[in-house]
T-cell receptor, first 114, second 111 residues
Framework: EAQVTQNPRYLITVTGKKLTVTCSQNMNHEYMSWYRQDPGLGLRQIYYSMNVEVTDKGDVPEGYKVSRKEKRNFPLILESPSPNQTSLYFC?????????????FGEGSRLTVL | GDSVTQMEGPVTLSEEAFLTINCTYTATGYPSLFWYVQYPGEGLQLLLKATKADDKGSNKGFEATYRKETTSFHLEKGSVQVSDSAVYFCALTKDGNKLVFGAGTILRVKS
């Protein structure tokens, strides 16, 4: 089954404790992206990647890191989480750009930073 | 910068009612426009898209027309069902790399 898989789905952590949210897709997609969803703000793009070893900032990259060492994986790293990073996070992928290909979303990871 | 504005919700309708969710955008050039839908507890799914002016996107009884003169992409459905209850997001992209979303509109359909 074609899917985007995120882990963990739910996480409660404390300020400053490094964490990684993993994202994996099994569709051989070139493009992957991370979004955060906050009430009243919709989804905002954090980082995106057009291909292996190619990443770029979205609209809200501060406090986050990403890497794309393999085509299928695109982890999101919070080196020192803060309460303002409490949010619902979505990973998404597409076979090409979002213009030409549908964006497939994971089920989301709800992160709470205390 | 580019932005998308959607009507505030929630929108509450009875089954079989007509649905309109307004979406307007601000962007230079000729963005592509999308509607995504998020069902409870799930990620977003593409509902329909339009890539140039006057294009009409349609899917599952929903449709939206790309109106460059009014910078709008309103979502419509002639007869909603309870199963259409979800959050609807209007979005745009210009370069194919960044998708800019509106805040989302909650739709509740009562039986």
């Amino acid at each position: 089954e074609a899917q985007v898989t995120q882990n963990p789905r739910y996480l409660i952590t404390v300020t400053g404790k490094k964490l990684t949210v993993t994202c994996s897709q099994n569709m051989n997609h070139e493009y992957m992206s991370w979004y955060r969803q906050d009430p009243g703000l919709g989804l905002r793009q954090i980082y995106y990647s057009m291909n292996v070893e190619v990443t770029d900032k979205g609209d809200v990259p501060e406090g986050y890191k990403v890497s794309r060492k393999e085509k299928r994986n695109f982890p999101l790293i919070l080196e020192s989480p803060s309460p303002n990073q409490t949010s619902l996070y979505f990973c998404a992928s597409s076979y090409a750009s979002v213009n030409t290909g549908e964006l497939f979303f994971g089920e989301g990871s709800r992160l709470t930073v205390l | 910068g580019d932005s998308v504005t959607q009507m505030e919700g929630p929108v509450t309708l009875s089954e079989e009612a007509f649905l309109t969710i307004n979406c307007t955008y601000t962007a230079t050039g000729y963005p592509s426009l999308f509607w995504y839908v998020q069902y409870p507890g799930e990620g977003l799914q593409l509902l329909l898209k339009a890539t140039k002016a006057d294009d009409k996107g349609s899917n599952k009884g929903f449709e939206a027309t790309y109106r460059k003169e009014t910078t709008s992409f309103h979502l419509e459905k002639g007869s909603v069902q309870v199963s259409d209850s979800a959050v609807y997001f209007c979005a745009l992209t210009k370069d194919g790399n960044k998708l800019v979303f509106g805040a989302g509109t909650i739709l509740r359909v009562k039986s």
